[in-house]
């Protein structure tokens, strides 16, 4: 007979990798990639954007005060920064490409 045990512990080494992609219907995807231990194999968790976006507004929305919306003024900064920085890149990169020089460093 084993006995039960309340909690225990399991070791499992993985690499988690994220991804971003908008498929050709327009919809924004949170890709996760989770590899067991040293595998090339991988398990993607594709979620849509805008169900991350309405979880995250969900949570900060029960916390009332500035604590929940100062939060969210720092994520939307956030968003705000890194759009400009793709932006940024993306034109360098679209620009590299008309003159051949794609491969030159950013």
Do not use: C, K, W
């Amino acid at each position: 007979m084993t006995q039960s045990s309340e909690s225990t512990t399991l070791e499992l080494p993985i690499t988690v990798e994220n991804d971003l992609e908008v498929d050709n219907d327009g919809r924004f995807y949170l890709i996760s990639y989770l590899f067991p231990d040293t595998s090339e194999e991988s398990v993607g968790i594709r979620i849509l954007f805008d169900d991350v976006i309405d979880s995250l507004l969900e949570f900060y929305q029960e916390e009332t005060g500035p604590s929940g919306y100062g939060q969210l003024y720092l994520i939307a900064n956030e968003f705000e920064r890194h759009t400009d920085r793709l932006r940024e890149i993306a034109g360098y990169m679209e620009g590299n490409h008309h003159t051949g020089d794609l491969f030159d460093e950013f």
